[in-house]
């Protein structure tokens, strides 16, 4: 019986990726407008790299690359960047098709939702108030309630816990399978990959199901509450 599904937020309700591609594009053309002699694929480039290496969340990514590249900080460069970027990133915060009208399908069979996210706590209510998701979970787990990420058991125990369920009565849903599958599959939850958030070229997830569409998992949970009845 699965009581509780518990969502990863980027790549598996937002297409985070996108917002993120597109946010650095319109930075990159602000900082270059106001002067950064630099070409802008190069610049794009450069900021991606920080990000691979240094966490997709890091929050202070244009002063660090201004810095690298020019031994110091223009501060008309970085304020043209930060306003392109969260302008940006506002028209690009999407959720992928069908996210909603599953989130209330779960919602009206009484099957209760929370998420767990590696992000910093800020930062994942930004972006499930900005999508108008935050009637849909009855708690979230963020990097900064346990201070360990996925696969580690912490975030997947707190989350359980706070919503007093069993990990075989739960099913964890995510795009990343080093992390959000494996870590789930070890503390004995069931798993859904989001195999349409998949960013990392992933062939095998390992998870016990696999999603072409978020609403998959409305079908997935009937057919295992079925067998219980």
Avoid: C
């Amino acid at each position: 019986m699965i009581k509780a599904v518990i969502f990863d937020i980027d790549n598996t309700l937002m297409d985070f990726m996108r917002m993120k591609r597109a946010a650095v594009d319109a930075a990159v053309d602000a900082m270059i407008d106001s002067g950064l002699a630099m070409a802008k694929r190069e610049m794009v480039e450069k900021i991606f790299k920080v990000y691979w290496d240094e966490g997709i969340e890091d929050q202070n990514i244009f002063d660090k690359v201004l810095t690298k590249e020019f031994g110091q900080i223009d501060y008309k460069i970085l304020a043209a960047g930060i306003l392109g970027y969260k302008r940006a990133k506002e028209g690009h915060m999407t959720l992928y098709p069908h996210v909603r009208l599953t989130l209330t399908d779960l919602l009206k069979r009484g099957v209760r939702m929370g998420v767990v996210s590696d992000a910093p706590r800020l930062s994942v209510w930004m972006r499930i108030v900005g999508l108008g998701l935050h009637h849909y979970f009855e708690h979230v787990v963020t990097f900064d309630d346990t201070g360990e990420k996925k696969p580690s058991p912490k975030p997947f125990k707190k989350i359980l816990g706070m919503l007093a369920v069993e990990p075989g009565e739960s099913l964890m849903v995510g795009d990343w399978a080093e992390r959000d599958i494996k870590g789930a599959k070890a503390f004995g939850m069931r798993t859904a990959w989001a195999k349409y958030g998949n960013e990392f070229d992933t062939k095998v997830s390992g998870a016990d199901y696999e999603l072409d569409d978020i609403h998959d998992i409305v079908g997935i949970i009937r057919r295992i509450n079925e067998k219980h009845h």
